[in-house]
């Protein structure tokens, strides 16, 4: 009994040391939720060519994928804020098919161009009911380009039509807008493609347009085919930077269409799908990609 009195301490200590070795924890992690990336869809310049834009987001939106944030230069800038106002893709065919050209041209004498761009200016305004770019119900971005300057400006608030048309001014075609006692002209000088925008306006995720048409060999004829020629030579560098900073591309065919082609609208729309078709795999791909690179 001595030594079983004498044994019973020792237990009790190697009992209590033994209840106070702690488990190690096993942490449950919760699983991630995916996030869903800010897109934007950047529509580049191309005067009639810009009907394929139509196309792209007819086609985009068959697929569930609606942009958050709206860029556009010159002609982009056109259907653009026309889709940022609330219309789908389909709502925006109906009205480039029934578009006459007469409601965009306003003719006057001037050396500094030929065509006002009043009427563009009340097109747009009309249609988007007076709504100013902030009231837009899609976040919206206009490239232009700041004359005096050579800076590019984005318009994020004002007059939607006033952006637009300061937007699609091409140089010596449009007289150059004046908006705050500042003149601009086309957006596609210094941004083809308004990637860069989307970017500084908060996007993830970028899919541009390109509608420009590479230069082309042998000689110019023809006024808007020497300034198609001019424009893309002069753009080369600023659209191969822009188009870097893009996630996916899309290039419709519209080489064969001329820039003051109105009546080739149904073939550019169609190029259009047909070239956003081909990329979905890779959209949806790269979306996925990006939504679990933001997760983690």
Known sequence: MTLLRRLMPASLLVLLAACTITQPKTEITAPKVPVKPRVALALGGGAAKGFAHIGVIKVLEANGIVPDIITGTSAGSVVGSLYASGLNGMQLQAKAMQL????????????????????????????????????????????????????????????????VRAS??????????????????????????????????????????DISAKPKPGKATGLFSMLDQSFNIMSGPTLAAELKQADVVIRPNVLNIGSADFEARHQAILEGEKATQQLIPLLRSRLQQKSLALSR
């Open 168 to 209: 699609a001014s091409i140089p010596n075609v449009f007289l150059p807008v004046v908006i705050g006692g500042k003149r601009y002209v086309d957006g596609g000088l210094v941004s083809p493609v308004p990637v860069s925008a989307a970017r500084e306006m908060g996007a993830d995720f970028v899919i541009a347009v």
């Open 100 to 163: 006459d050209e007469s409601e965009l041209t306003d003719w006057t004498l001037s050396t500094k161009g030929f065509l006002k761009g009043e009427k563009l200016e009340n097109y747009i305004n009309t249609q988007l009911g007076n709504r100013p770019i902030e009231k837009l119900p899609r976040k919206l971005g206009i490239v232009a380009t700041e004359l005096d300057s050579g800076q590019k400006v984005v318009f994020r608030m004002g007059n939607t039509g006033q952006a």
